[in-house]
């Protein structure tokens, strides 16, 4: 290794990255997805990397492409391959953060013939999926767990339940109430809130927001 690479403040580091939607599939040509583009996932991998850490990016379906030594993309489709390509490294890795817009539900059942159109309305059933962040908290050992959150109501307090129903280190709260933060967006607002902890952030580029959560990361880790 040379000089510069020891120097890198996570260059002996391993992180865990969940980006993107799943594709939760109804027959053979249709699923149940959501708009998450995978940007915010990559601009943190992104920043990782530059600071010198490894990174095992597991994506859902998503545009985004990426090509670095240290970085080994995983890509998913559905919830339930998501949370096995997650165990299958969880050990492996120092810090682990989940950007990726899991589907909640998935179809019942998968059926193998394209559904034809015939009555007037049409009844999917849906089981849960598994949460992928809140499984990763359980087999939590010295990884540094993070943890995203969107919501449209009672932000703080819902992010704060997630992030100790969740055993996470910390939660980023990703504020709607500002126009072009969020999905699709190249732009967030977010808060930061950990035990006894709450920093907030201007509007800032996706970019921005991952150099912040970066240097929430290296603080907590030095
Ligand atoms: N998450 C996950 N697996 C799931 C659902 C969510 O890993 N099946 C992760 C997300 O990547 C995010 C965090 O959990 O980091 C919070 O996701 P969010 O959708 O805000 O919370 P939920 O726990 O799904 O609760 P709800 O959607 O009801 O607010
Ligand atoms: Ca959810």
């Known amino acids: 290794e040379n000089h510069f690479q020891e120097q890198s403040p996570l260059h002996n580091k391993t992180f ?38 490894k990174v ?16 080994e993309i995983l890509k998913v489709q559905t919830a339930q391959q998501m949370l096995d390509a997650c165990l299958s490294i969880f050990n492996q890795v120092d810090v682990a953060i989940a950007t990726a817009a899991v589907s909640d539900y998935r179809p019942a059942q998968v059926v193998d013939q ?5 009555d007037e309305t049409l009844t999917l059933e849906l089981i849960k999926n598994p949460d992928i ?4 908290g359980a087999k939590k050992t010295n990884q540094l767990l993070v943890g995203f959150a969107l919501e449209t109501q009672n932000e ?6 997630k992030l100790s129903n969740k055993n996470l280190d910390f939660i980023v709260l990703n504020s709607m109430n500002n126009d072009g933060a969020g ?38 880790i030095a």
């Open 183 to 220: 999905f699709q967006h190249n732009t967030n607002k977010i808060t930061i809130l950990a035990d006894n902890y709450k920093k907030e952030f201007d509007l800032k580029t996706k970019s921005e927001v991952a150099s912040d959560i970066l240097t929430e990361i290296l603080q907590r």
């Open 156 to 161: 703080e307090e819902n992010a704060i339940q």
């Open 16 to 53: 865990l990255i969940t980006a993107g939607p799943t594709y939760e599939p109804i027959d053979p040509v249709r699923f149940i997805g959501n708009h998450s583009s995978g940007k915010m996932g990559m601009q943190i991998a992104k920043a990782a990397l530059h600071l010198g850490a």
């Open 114 to 118: 394209k559904i034809k159109k015939k």
């Open 133 to 136: 962040l809140k499984t990763l």
């Open 56 to 71: 095992k990016l597991v994506l859902g379906p998503s545009a985004e492409f990426y090509e670095h030594t240290n970085l």
